[in-house]
């Protein structure tokens, strides 16, 4: 009898945690340490409960008296894996068709490059590859955004540097964002702050019209730092949310579609509409380059107000030899109609 009350209480505890690694959003524990961690690599787990449901399933098959448990726990993680890859197929893993570029279209290319470890010339090719008009790079130094610079308008393709330094010991804590000249005259936006730990550079136009762009990257949810890691969340999705303003982010955003439930959907944060989302390509990882983009995290973005249409968003692995532990993201955007 004990026994019997001992499985069907281990058994409804495994469901209970299974249902929040598959849907955390219906209990409100999208943003809770663990549940975080474990909830940005749907790929890994889903495959982990596949390999689990194996395991019991054969243990079911040796054992007598604990047959029945061993099976109705392979069921349940069966069941979770069903519903996670069912998760993933709707974010999608397409992606990677572009259209010819249309006057007004912006290309916008994110990096994060693990404190410059790619080189100046890397980056500055890859720029040019995609005919980038924005470059969002985080955890790389104003030496090497001066350096991409530099390269960029050797090749023809002039651009702002807009920088923001929380120190200079760490490349962690820096962020550059270059914005095509053509775009016209940008500057630092300082009255709207920036995310806690690690910084994001706002950048605004001086004069005329044109795009809020933001260099996003909010701290990692790691313990010690996910109150920062909230905020630095919420501080994005203010700006977002500026019924006034066309906003353009891009950058590793530490967080995937599933922790952005607070501020607004799985398509995106607040207004903006996340670009990966719109065209089946947010289940892609983009961190870390070791695994394949099916089991790793989507943290890296582009995201747009509805001043803008997503017509192409891909994630780039031909550059997973770099040395950074990121995949570059690219998306083509038009002017919404």
Not at 132 to 137: G, I, P, Y
Not at 201 to 227: D, F, N, Q, Y
Not at 274 to 302: C, E, Q, Y
């Amino acid at each position: 009898m004990v026994r019997r009350i001992l499985a069907a209480v281990t058994t409804l505890a495994i469901a209970a945690l299974l249902l929040v690694a598959c849907w955390p959003q219906l209990l409100g524990l999208e943003q809770t340490l663990g549940v975080v961690q474990l909830v940005a690599v749907r790929g890994i787990a889903a495959l982990v409960a596949i390999l689990l449901a194996v395991l019991l399933t054969l243990l079911a098959l040796l054992s007598g008296p604990a047959r029945r448990f061993f099976a109705g726990i392979a069921v349940l993680l069966l069941f979770f894996s069903v519903l996670t890859a069912g998760v993933l197929s709707i974010r999608g893993f397409a992606g990677g068709a572009f259209q010819t570029l249309a006057d007004g279209d912006l290309v916008v290319l994110s990096w994060n490059t693990l404190g410059d470890s790619p080189g100046a010339e890397r980056i500055a090719d890859l720029a040019l590859a995609q005919e980038a008009d924005v470059v969002a790079l985080p955890e790389t130094s104003r030496e090497t955004g001066e350096a991409v610079q530099a390269l960029l308008a050797a090749s023809g393709r002039p651009t702002q540097l807009l920088a923001l330094q929380y120190d200079t010991i760490s490349k962690a804590r820096s962020t550059m964002l270059l914005v095509s000249t053509d775009l016209g005259e940008y500057r630092l936006d300082e009255s709207v702050g920036s995310t806690p730990t690690l910084p994001s550079v706002v950048a605004v136009p001086v004069v005329g019209s044109g795009p809020t762009i933001v260099a996003a990257h909010p701290v990692a949810p790691v313990p010690g730092e996910m109150s920062n890691w909230r905020e630095g969340l919420a501080w994005l999705s203010e700006r977002c949310a500026d019924p006034a303003a066309d906003v353009i982010v891009a950058g590793d955003l530490n967080s995937t579609l599933d922790h952005w439930s607070p501020y607004g959907s799985d398509l995106g944060l607040a207004a903006c509409h996340d670009a990966a989302r719109a065209v089946g390509a947010a289940a892609l990882g983009t961190w870390p380059t070791l695994m394949p983009t099916v089991l790793g995290s989507p943290i890296d973005h582009v995201l747009a107000t509805d001043t803008w249409e997503v017509v192409g968003f891909r994630v780039i692995d031909a550059e997973d030899g770099s040395g950074s532990d990121h995949r570059p993201v690219v998306a083509q955007l038009r002017p919404a109609a």
